[in-house]
């Protein structure tokens, strides 16, 4: 029971981990647990928008690890140079999560590298979702997260190639919002 208390305390430390992402009420910024928590209600509410053939509970067990990483390296902008830089500091610190006391370390560091690889249709769900929540919450906050981060329309556009390929009704919706960002001045036109 010791080890088990010790792994939950260890990932309660997602809790602490600020994404550049704000809160909807632009308060503050969200941390990553809670990012990961809307991301499985968002498979809940729209999982089907992204693939009628999936499984839900693989999916959300997905998405409620993917981040973890974050703990040991912090969260980096998908628009960040830095961004590819910091993956084999994600890799090595949810491969230290990995032990024989608790078993479910082992599955956590499988799922995570199965979001990594993007070779599954459940990956590439909770990815489509991963995407489309920080772009939904930039047009809630008239792209506050963008603006900070001097994002542009090819930017946007780029990141969210992804969509495109996976949910292609998704993705057209974005793009009329991603213009309508524009003439909003919420993003940078190139």
């Known amino acids: 029971m010791d080890s088990i208390v010790e792994f939950l305390i260890e990932l309660d430390k997602l809790k602490s981990v600020y994404r550049k992402s704000y809160l909807t009420d632009l308060t503050r910024n969200e941390?990553?647990?809670?990012?990961?928590?809307?991301?499985?209600?968002?498979?809940?509410?729209?999982?089907?928008?992204?693939?009628?053939?999936?499984?839900?509970?693989?999916?959300?067990?997905?998405?409620?690890?993917?981040?973890?990483?974050?703990?040991?390296?912090?969260?980096?902008?998908?628009?960040?140079?830095?961004?590819?830089?910091?993956?084999?500091?994600?890799?090595?610190?949810?491969?230290?999560?990995?032990?024989?006391?608790?078993?479910?370390?082992?599955?956590?560091?499988?799922?995570?590298?199965?979001?990594?690889?993007?070779?599954?249709?459940?990956?590439?769900?909770?990815?489509?979702?991963?995407?489309?929540?920080?772009?939904?919450?930039?047009?809630?906050?008239e792209g506050k997260t963008w603006q900070d981060q001097k994002v542009s329309k090819n930017d946007v556009i780029a990141i969210n190639r992804e969509i495109e390929t996976e949910a292609p009704d998704i993705f057209a919706w974005m793009r009329s919002r991603i213009d309508e960002a524009v003439e909003k001045g919420w993003l940078i036109s190139s």
């Open 31 to 141: 941390s990553s647990a809670e990012h990961s928590w809307h991301l499985a209600l968002a498979l809940l509410v729209m999982g089907e928008e992204v693939s009628s053939d999936f499984d839900l509970e693989h999916a959300l067990k997905i998405a409620l690890v993917h981040d973890i990483c974050e703990i040991g390296a912090g969260d980096v902008s998908v628009y960040s140079e830095e961004r590819e830089s910091i993956k084999q500091g994600e890799r090595s610190y949810v491969e230290s999560l990995v032990t024989e006391e608790v078993p479910f370390s082992r599955e956590i560091n499988e799922l995570w590298e199965e979001y990594e690889a993007q070779e599954t249709v459940e990956s590439r769900c909770v990815r489509v979702l991963d995407r489309f929540l920080p772009f939904i919450i930039n047009l809630h906050s």
